[in-house]
């Protein structure tokens, strides 16, 4: 029996019900090819759009990279046929995903932010998103100085129909000052999603996750505290958050709770190892790197761990060595900052390996004002 139009939407339907993950990517992309054979190019585009939406929030920027270049070349093959600010739209995701994937060079990331900066002058629009764009490339690869002027090019741009809602912005510009270790202003910028005035699709779950060094560097544990119980509530099931998770991982081991800090390890650990977003495992490593190093220093060397399969074996009593674990989660960590930093022409993922055990000084409370 042939397919029809109604079949796609069906099983679209149906698809966009479900949480993000592999469930619903794989209707979609069933969706997308009975839409294909149909020879339909209007419903493989609308349905394609569905797609990356999807992928983009299941951490599956592959897929999301494959539907926007097919959708990209139908509207410049047929102009005036689809919607240019829907097309724009999904640019910007496609940027964002390019920038997070080291297998996309360095100067097909800049060609991308200068097409999508030409694309934007012909629709009349200002540089607000091309410049927030371009400063969270220079973030990611360490270019501190370049970043600065990028957010001072963004600071001089006017919002307008393409620009990321205020609370994905503040998010932006927290990520910005930590960057540049400017905690205070890190947890200002993020000030107006803490206090509950901006929400949207991906907030507070970034912010909450991204103030918790800041908070911790100036003290602020109370704060800290209250904003990990809340936020890693928000992104504890979800696959698509490892990079947060492993900020909370931090947390624990910053504040000295390991035993947390563990229980959190082993619940995420193999999502960690199998995202193909390699800036997401790197979060995650990193962190329990950090959490095998607190252990050494606190003259523990060997626990009682769950861990994947091709992690180091545990001896005949089930306990693990410590150091080992420590090195396996540096190796990983390594492996993703040598690619990042091969294509971005930078060392800011090796120097942050580096810097690891700096992280962990005495940290001190801060009193919080009556």
């Not at 951490?59 to 102009?79: E, K």
């Not at 930590?178 to 000030?191: D, E, K, P, V």
């Not at 998770?245 to 709770?257: A, I, K, N, S, T």
């Amino acid at each position: 029996m042939s397919q029809t139009r109604t079949d796609v939407y069906e099983i679209a339907g149906k698809a966009m019900t479900l949480p993000y993950g592999p469930t619903r990517l794989a209707m979609l992309e069933e969706a997308v090819r009975i839409a294909d054979s149909l020879q339909d190019i209007d419903l493989g585009y609308q349905m394609r759009y569905n797609l990356q939406q999807s992928a983009e929030f299941s951490a599956r920027g592959d897929v999301a990279l494959v539907s926007f270049a097919w959708r990209l070349a139908q509207y410049d093959r047929y102009p005036g046929r689809f919607d240019t600010h829907d097309i724009m739209w999904t640019y910007k995701w496609t940027i964002a995903t390019c920038t997070r994937l080291p297998q996309v060079p360095r100067d097909r990331v800049m060609a991308l932010l200068d097409d999508f900066e030409a694309r934007c002058r012909a629709m009349g629009q200002s540089m607000y998103a091309a410049n927030l764009l371009r400063r969270e490339f220079l973030v990611l690869s360490g270019e501190r100085e370049a970043a600065r002027s990028a957010h001072a090019e963004f600071r001089r741009s006017r919002r307008d129909s393409l620009s990321d809602c205020i609370a994905c912005v503040a998010n932006g510009n927290c990520q910005y000052y930590l960057s540049q270790n400017q905690w205070r202003r890190a947890i200002q910028a993020a000030g107006p999603v803490l206090n509950g005035r901006l929400r949207c699709a991906e907030e507070p779950h970034s912010v909450l996750a991204h103030v918790l060094l800041p908070e911790v560097k100036l003290g602020q544990l109370e704060e800290a505290w209250e904003h990990h119980r809340e936020g890693y509530r928000l992104v504890r099931k979800g696959r698509q958050f490892v990079d947060m998770q492993g900020y909370h991982l931090r947390f624990l081991v910053l504040v000295g709770d390991l035993d947390a800090a563990r229980a959190l390890l082993e619940r995420h650990i193999q999502d960690a190892l199998e995202t193909i977003m390699p800036l997401d495992r790197f979060q995650f490593l990193l962190a329990a790197a950090l959490w095998a190093e607190r252990m050494l220093r606190e003259g523990k060397t060997t626990a009682m761990v769950r861990m994947p399969e091709a992690a180091p074996p545990a001896d005949a009593r089930g306990l693990r060595d410590i150091a080992a674990g420590r090195d396996w989660f540096l190796s990983g960590a390594r492996e993703v900052a040598d690619q990042f930093d091969r294509r971005n022409g930078t060392d800011a993922f090796a120097r942050r390996i580096d810097e690891l055990p700096e992280l962990l000084q005495p940290v001190r409370a801060r009193r919080k004002e009556a």
